[in-house]
């Protein structure tokens, strides 16, 4: 079946640093792709999403490309901010609009 | 526009009782689900929903029942509340029939089954 695999957290970087988390996917066929964050006791939102291979999605500085030959869909930001702190989610779909979900990482931006 | 609400945020309760955990959407979407979340494994799918009087199981049904008499709610049930249900719980919906359009969440509800 489809599934998702995330980093392993918690990451714990410094204001302006760079920010790579790594998600990979198996799937049949072309699934859909996409980054949610939860905030501190707030619900899923969608970051970032790509549909097809090679899209790239972006929002709020974050970006991450849909590599369909290394099965990857890793999410960037140059220049991360405290407000970044969160919980992020890579996810897939594939018909039937049933979300996959990695199993999370906690990112911490300290200043 | 209120998106989706869940009620209540927070609720204890003891092994054997039951409750109701509410899903209200005021998007007029046709696609509903339940998933919880817990430590180091992300979300999981309970039951979904893919319009009023259809509903089906997700990755992990057992102890929980769902009903779709409305488009705008969807109800979550715990026939008999077991501490391995301790969990946070999220709602969920989107148009259906797109299978890029991203889902919109609930706050969520934060259950502790003693």
């Known amino acids: 079946g489809n599934s998702v695999t995330q980093m392993e957290g918690p990451v714990t970087l410094s204001e302006e640093a760079f920010l790579t988390i790594n998600c990979t996917y198996t799937a049949t066929g072309y699934p859909s792709l996409f980054w949610y964050v939860q905030y501190p006791g707030e619900g899923l939102q969608l970051l970032l999403k790509a549909t097809k291979a090679d899209d790239k999605g972006s929002n709020k500085g974050f970006e991450a490309t849909y590599r369909k030959e290394t099965t990857s869909f890793h999410l960037e930001k140059g220049s991360v901010q405290v407000s970044d702190s969160a919980v992020y989610f890579c996810a897939l779909i594939q018909g039937a609009q049933k979300l996959v979900f990695g199993q999370g990482t906690r990112l911490t931006i300290n200043p | 526009n209120a998106g989706v609400t869940q009620t209540p945020k927070f609720q204890v309760l003891k092994t054997g009782q039951s409750m109701t955990l509410q899903c209200a959407q005021d998007?007029?979407?046709?696609?509903m689900s339940w998933y919880r979340q817990d430590p180091g494994m992300g979300l999981r799918l309970i039951h979904y929903?893919?319009?009023?009087?259809?509903?089906d199981q997700g990755e992990v049904p057992n102890g929980y029942n769902v009903s779709r008499s409305t488009t705008e709610d969807f109800p979550l049930r715990l026939l008999s509340a077991a501490p391995s249900q301790t969990s946070v719980y999220f709602c969920a919906s989107s148009p259906v029939g797109a299978g890029n359009q991203p889902q919109h969440f609930g706050d969520g509800t934060r259950l502790s089954i003693l």
């Open positions: 929903s893919v319009g009023a009087g259809i509903t």
């Open positions: 998007m007029n979407h046709e696609y």
